[in-house]
């Protein structure tokens, strides 16, 4: 009897296992098989192929049955993806559905998630920049949270890796708050854009316009197109022209001969060795069969994304870890941070009428963080950044119906210019998922309870960035300044993080400088839940990079036999 289960085990069994194919699972993936691992990447959603399995991404407006619209039913079954902006009928398909995957709101946490493989790569906005030490030092000035193990420089030539494999388009700016990277050319900005760009910088010595850095490509990559100005990435890009698992990372693991895929797999817990006090496995859920497997490796990286990774560290209890896996420090799930946003401004611009601009460029402008970069400024901690752009409406001038509508339309209309801006959350212990007690997902598991709010600081950011921004439209001088909505609820902006922060003490963290668990070193954990505060600056390069470093020490410390 012995015998068939060795093999079974033997034919479970690779060198590592990756739990997620997102940003940082695919770069996981794809750095692991290059350096010759034998790697099981296992993904919770279904599969989607490069480039076949983008069905929306040539359609038209009017091939949509809404009009890109979201029925009664999609609000019926995605009742928490539809309160994201990004949620539309031209790429529904993509997204979880909510009533197959619930969750408990304590107080209303907006979860946001694919289920596909390559996960939100397929969907994020492409937004590429650096932390610098402003971030990574920001705990330990002010005394929130723990001091990040790791500086800038520890990072940068990690940066500089990433950078060169996924192409950064941009513009070197020479701005300290916002380190320049490994740039292809910049897109352009548009008449407008630039005039704005020269009232601001000449008007505040502490800002500066400049083209948003995104991972879209205007040069070349191996394997992938340049970008077609389209606009329509969250449909999937047929020439790979922004950075994706699907279209980047992916296809480099497999070249390899190293890699293994399995859809349909979700992750239950990681399977703890009390002998060897070492993490031997995985168990898994096949989401077709509903059957549980085991899956063996010498390390594993946890990429499930920092709700789902935290279910998987919390739900992995023990003799030695009764609380969760690597939760001896109690910060397994606490922390969990995201960044506020949720006001847009806008004002009319007069003139520029034989001024336009060619295509619907992937990317806005961007004004880095200036609040609180030298000096304490304000009534709040930490900062914002703005992000925007210039743009033609095309105005109806009265026509319902006919040719007056059509003529009417063909003409370009008003200039105006909009902005919005994404704040810093600080880390909170109280801000935190748990698992219930006696609620239990339709898989039989218990049920993730998300419980956190911003607070009082972040509340007088934004207020903060209410004025500021009208300021900026009137000081550039547009007509009618107007600011409009409210902060949004944590998990919109789609960068939530933390829940095991790295940290350099055991007792009040979870991973180390490496992002291995202090107290498991055969596992790694580089998707968002690493991170130790949040900045303002969109986060997915870093996760990349700490994913590539963490890569680049498991394998040598694997080497070693010290794992």
């Not at 098989?33 to 991404?57: A, F, N, Q, S, W």
């Not at 091939?63 to 031209?90: G, V």
Request: glycine share 8%; net charge neutral.
């Amino acid at each position: 009897m012995p015998q068939p289960l060795t093999k079974a085990k033997q034919q479970n069994t690779y060198d590592a296992i990756v739990v997620g194919s997102g940003i940082s699972g695919g770069w996981a993936a794809k750095e692991l098989c290059e350096k010759g691992l034998r790697v099981l990447m296992l993904e919770r959603g279904r599969m989607i192929e490069h480039p076949k399995d983008y069905t929306t991404t040539n359609k038209s407006l009017w091939e949509f049955e809404h009009r890109l619209n979201l029925s009664l039913n999609d609000k019926q079954t995605h009742p928490i993806q539809s309160r994201h902006w990004s949620f539309r009928e031209d790429n529904k398909h993509f997204y979880i559905n909510d009533l197959d995957n619930p969750y408990e709101e304590k107080q209303r946490f907006d979860w946001i998630r694919g289920d596909i493989v390559g996960g939100r790569s397929l969907l994020w906005s492409r937004a590429t920049y650096r932390w610098s030490d402003l971030d990574f030092e920001a705990n330990l000035r002010d005394g929130h949270g723990v001091d990040w193990p790791i500086r800038y420089k520890d990072i940068a030539p990690w940066y500089d890796y990433v950078e060169r494999f996924i192409g950064v388009s941009g513009s070197k700016e020479n701005i300290p708050q916002l380190p320049d990277g490994i740039f292809q050319p910049p897109f352009e900005m548009n008449a407008v854009e630039k005039h704005f760009k020269q009232q601001i910088e000449t008007q505040y010595h502490d800002r500066k316009v400049i083209i948003g850095r995104t991972a879209n490509l205007t040069e070349p990559v191996k394997g992938r197109g340049l970008c077609q100005s389209r606009n329509l990435c969250h449909r999937g890009c047929p020439w790979g022209a922004y950075f994706s698992t699907n279209a980047s990372t992916m296809p480099a693991a497999f070249a390899t001969g190293n890699l293994t895929l399995k859809s349909g797999a979700l992750v239950n817990k990681v399977l703890y060795n009390e002998q060897t006090q070492r993490a031997e496995g995985v168990e898994v859920l096949n989401t077709q069969t509903k059957q549980t497997e085991e899956y063996y490796a010498k390390i594993i990286f946890l990429n499930a994304s920092t709700v789902a990774t935290g279910f998987i560290l919390l739900n992995s209890v023990s003799n030695r870890f009764p609380n969760g896996l690597g939760n001896d420090s109690d910060q397994v799930g606490r922390n969990l941070m995201d960044h506020h946003k949720g006001l847009s401004f806008s004002a009319t611009v007069d003139g520029y009428a034989e001024d336009y601009y060619k295509g619907y460029r992937p990317t806005n402008i961007y004004i880095p963080r200036f609040m609180n970069v030298q000096d304490k400024a304000a009534d709040f901690l930490r900062g914002y950044h703005f992000g925007g752009g210039a743009y033609r409406s095309r105005d109806t001038n009265g026509a319902v119906l006919g040719e007056e509508l059509k003529q009417n339309l063909s003409e370009a209309g008003q200039w105006h210019m909009s902005l919005y801006a994404f704040g810093e959350c600080l880390p909170y212990a109280d801000n935190r998922v748990t698992l219930s007690k006696d609620k239990k997902d339709p898989w039989g598991r218990p049920l993730v309870v998300a419980d956190c709010s911003f607070k009082d600081n972040e509340h007088h950011m934004h207020e903060h960035i209410k004025t500021t921004g009208l300021e900026m439209l009137q000081a550039a001088g547009y007509r009618d300044p107007q600011v409009s909505g409210s902060i949004s609820y944590p998990g919109n902006a789609n960068h939530e993080m933390g829940i095991a922060r790295m940290g350099r003490d055991h007792k009040n963290s979870v991973l180390n400088a490496h992002n291995q668990l202090h107290e498991v070193p055969n596992v790694f954990i580089t998707d968002g839940s690493c991170m130790t505060s949040s900045s303002c600056v969109n986060p997915s390069l870093t996760y990349m990079a700490l994913t590539a470093r963490a890569c680049d020490y498991a394998v040598a410390e694997l080497k070693k036999g010290e794992l």
